[in-house]
C-alpha cells in the first residue's frame, strides 16, 4: 500500500494556530483529504484539496499542498477545545479505488 | 438520514469463535470498504467493494472474508478469531471512485476485542 506519514501527537493552546503535516507517496493522487475522528465516532471529511492547487482556505482552515515534496499541511487558525480529535490525511490514487489514510495527528487543545 | 450503520458497537471473542459484522447503507453507494484501525496505525483497508457481486481485498485480508449480495450490504466475516483482530472496524461507503472526489461516509465503529 501507499505510505502516508503524520506525527502522532499536537498541544496546542486555546485560541492559537495548529498547523498539521502529512507526508503522501503517490503524486498521481487528484485529491487529498482531511478527515476529523472524534472519540467514539467515524472519520467525517474536513476538507480537500484538489492536486492542481497550492492552497484552499475554508474559513479557520487553510490546505497546503507541495506536490514537488509530497507534503500536505492543514492549519486551525484560532484553536478551539471542540478542535480536540484525531485528524487523518488521505490520497487516493488514480490508478485504483481504494483511499489511503495517515497514521492520524491526535491534536490535544489546552484551555 | 441513516448514513452508515455499523452492527454491533462492542464485541468480545473468544480465540477460534466467528462472527460478522454488519455495515449497511442507505444512500444507494456502490463503493463500500472495510478498514480496520489500531493506535498508531492510522486505517488498513480489509476489503472494498465496487459494486454488487464484486469483492476486492485491501492490504490486510488475512483472515477475514466479505460478501455484497445487494448494493446495501457489506457484511464482513472473522472466521477464527485471533487476537491479532483486537481493532476497531471501520465501513465506509462512496457514491463514486476515488477519482472523482466522492468523499467516504463513515459508520461509527464497531470496537473488537478477541481474548
Known amino acids: 500500500g501507499e505510505d502516508v506519514e503524520q506525527s502522532l501527537f499536537l498541544s496546542v493552546r486555546e485560541g492559537d494556530s495548529s498547523v498539521i503535516n502529512c507526508t503522501y507517496t503517490?503524486?498521481?493522487?487528484?485529491?487529498l483529504y482531511w478527515y476529523k475522528q472524534e472519540p467514539g465516532a467515524g472519520l467525517q471529511l474536513l476538507t480537500y484539496?484538489?492536486?492542481?492547487?497550492d492552497m484552499k482556505q475554508d474559513q479557520r482552515l487553510t490546505v497546503l499542498l507541495n506536490k514537488k515534496d509530497k507534503h500536505l499541511s492543514l492549519r486551525i487558525a484560532d484553536t478551539q477545545t471542540g478542535d480536540s480529535a484525531i485528524y487523518f490525511c488521505?490520497?487516493?490514487?488514480?490508478?485504483?479505488?481504494?483511499?489511503?489514510f495517515g497514521t492520524g495527528t491526535s491534536l490535544t487543545v489546552i484551555p | 438520514n441513516a448514513g452508515v450503520t455499523q452492527t454491533p458497537k462492542f464485541r468480545i471473542l473468544k480465540i477460534g469463535q466467528s462472527m460478522t459484522l454488519q455495515c449497511t447503507q442507505d444512500?444507494?453507494?456502490?463503493?463500500m470498504y472495510w478498514y480496520r484501525q489500531d493506535p498508531g496505525m492510522g486505517l488498513k483497508l480489509i476489503y472494498y467493494?465496487?459494486?454488487?457481486?464484486?469483492?476486492d481485498k485491501g492490504e490486510v485480508p488475512n483472515g477475514y472474508n466479505v460478501s455484497r449480495s445487494t448494493t446495501e450490504d457489506f457484511p464482513l466475516r472473522l472466521e477464527l478469531a485471533a487476537p491479532s483482530q483486537t481493532s476497531v472496524y471501520f465501513c465506509?461507503?462512496?457514491?463514486?471512485?476515488?477519482?472523482?472526489?466522492?468523499?467516504?461516509?463513515f459508520g461509527s465503529g464497531t470496537q473488537l476485542s478477541v481474548l
Open positions: 465506509a461507503s462512496s457514491g463514486k471512485s476515488s477519482a472523482t472526489n466522492e468523499k467516504l461516509f
Open positions: 503517490d503524486s498521481s493522487s487528484t485529491y
Open positions: 484539496i484538489f492536486s492542481n492547487m
Open positions: 488521505a490520497e487516493s490514487p488514480n490508478t485504483g479505488n481504494q483511499f489511503y
Open positions: 444512500m444507494n453507494h456502490n463503493y
Open positions: 467493494s465496487v459494486g454488487a457481486g464484486i469483492t
